[in-house]
Every structure is written in C-alpha cells, then in structure tokens.
C-alpha cells in the first residue's frame, strides 16, 4: 500500500503513513507560471493499491487531486481509495433555485470516474456515519465530531455543546453523547454569505463552559454571531470547535470573541489541535 497526498494534506498524510506503516507515495508537482499545475508520479504504481489524501478547500486543491488520481489510474495502480477529509463545493448540494449548477454532484461524479472508493469527513450534507448513494456515487463519511469535543471535555467539568444551528444539530448531539454531556442548538435565520442572525436557545448557560461545535467554519460569520449571542447569556466561557477549519477571512476576527478556537487537522491550520489521523488509518484497514 502507498499512501499519497495532495499538497494540502501533507502533514496529516504523514501521520496516516506512520500510523499504518506505509510508504509515502513520491511525486513532483509545482505550477507552471501560469498557475496550471504540473503532476509527476515519481513512485512505482504498478499493482499497488493506493491511498490518496486531499482536502479540496480550493479550486487547485480539486485540480491537484484530479491530476493525480488520472496519472495513478493511468499508470495502473490495482486500486485507488481517495479520502477528501474536506469536501469542497459540498454546502452546493441540491439545485436551491432553478438551473443552477448542483456543484456537489459534479465534483462527486468526477472523483468517481478515478476512485475505487471515496471518503469524507463530516461531509456537510451528510449528518451521520456509513456508506451513502449520493447522486449514483457511493461515499462513506465519518464522524471526528466527538473527537473534538473530546478535546474540549478534557478542559471542563461543566461542558455544554451548542449547535449552531440545525444542520450540525445530528454531529453534536452524538459529539454530546460521546463525551457525555449536555447540547442544545440555536435557530439560524442566514441573511447574506456572511451575516446570520439567531434566536431561541432552552439550555440555560449562565455561568458555564459552552463550547460552539460546527462541522465546518468558513467565513466565520455563524460562530461570531453564535458566540455573541451566547456571551450576552452571560457564560463563564465560550469557545469554538469544528471539524473544518476553512478560515477564509482568517483567524484575526475571532480574537476577542472566543475563549478558545480548535479544529482538526482535516485542514492544516495554526489551530488544528485535534487529528483525524486514526479515523483514516481505521477506514484504510478496514478497506484494504
Ligand atoms: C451551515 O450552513 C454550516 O453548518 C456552517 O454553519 C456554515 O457553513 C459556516 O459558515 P460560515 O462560517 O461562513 O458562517
């Protein structure tokens, strides 16, 4: 077996490779001055079977993974398991309004045409563990929900996990139940990309450690808004957790807002404080 990864998931594909005791597949790739990409397989694929690991959280992550799934089936690997820990285009996944593009499809589809199998993590239209027919495409998803909440139950007594809204209410109810401790959820009304606004929460969270579990944060405009909302209830702390840390208006807007910030390493970021190294290495045994 040869594990192989795309440039965003380097560091946690070595830690998979040790857990697993596997090879780290060898390749070149760079980018032309253009900003195409260039991919090289430098290993010997012939017969193997491969692992190959990339978050998509941009479009040259999607590009860099379809290259070298392409160059490894064409170079005759016997067979190729893709883990996108990160699914990118994933939030697109149904038509919202009449013709457009059903972005999650397109990417599954293509993925598929080069993979034997296909993994994510907490895929954001997906709310629990197994095998699932998206569209005709089979792909398995895994929970790290209670992994990182885990890491936050390690520094309490008194957690209580909020889920911000009702479509991470399934992760955190099971992160909640792993850990055993109490959840609740807000309602989230989205105004525009990055503004949302909140109301209703039962649980009462005075004077306790609550810790604000999504599957993903993108711009960040959920969690500011949910801490906010939860602070002004007067909570002893309020941090944030998730499974993917995409960040894309950077770190420098939770300063001041949150107690603590931690995601896994799905995303390579200065706050990926938990890894879902061992979830992948269990799926990779069990699969080969
Ligand atoms: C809801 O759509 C998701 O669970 C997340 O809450 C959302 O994607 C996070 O996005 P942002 O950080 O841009 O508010």
């Keep these: 077996m040869i594990v192989f990864c795309g440039s965003v998931s380097k560091n946690l594909s070595e830690k998979v490779s040790r857990r697993l005791n596997a090879d780290i597949g060898l390749i070149e790739h760079r980018l032309f001055p253009d900003g195409e990409h260039y991919m090289r397989i430098l290993s010997e694929v012939k017969g193997e079977d491969c692992v190959v690991i990339q978050s998509t959280n941009s479009n040259d992550a999607f590009m860099e993974l379809l290259l070298l799934l392409d160059a490894l089936r064409d170079f005759n690997a016997q067979t190729i398991h893709t883990f996108m820990p990160y699914m990118g285009y994933s939030r697109q996944d149904r038509r919202f309004k009449e013709r457009e593009a059903f972005s999650a499809k397109t990417v599954l589809e293509l993925i598929n045409q080069f993979s034997d199998s296909i993994t994510t993590i907490n895929c954001h239209f997906l709310d629990s ?14 929970d790290a929900g209670p992994l990182v909440a885990d890491y936050f139950k390690e520094k309490t007594e008194d ?26 959820y807000l309602e989230k009304t989205r105004i525009s990309d990055d503004k949302v606004r909140f109301t209703v929460k039962e649980v009462d969270v005075s004077g306790r450690d609550v810790v604000i579990l ?16 939860i602070r002004a209830q007067k909570a002893k702390s309020v941090s944030a957790g998730c499974v993917h840390g995409v960040f894309s208006r950077g770190l420098q807007i939770f300063g001041g807002v949150l107690d ?11 706050v990926s404080r938990i890894s879902v190294s061992g979830l992948i290495s269990e799926v990779v045994s069990n699969i080969l």
């Design 260 to 270: 603590e910030l931690a995601c896994t390493d799905s995303i390579s970021q200065q």
């Design 159 to 184: 957690l209580i996990l909020i889920s911000p809204d009702r479509g991470a209410f399934e992760y955190v109810r099971r992160a909640a139940k792993a850990v055993n401790c109490e959840f609740d």
């Design 214 to 229: 999504d599957d993903m944060i993108s711009t960040g405009g959920t969690i500011l808004e949910a801490a906010r909302f």
């Design 129 to 142: 563990e197994g095998v699932f027919d998206f569209e005709g495409v089979d792909i398995r998803n895994i």
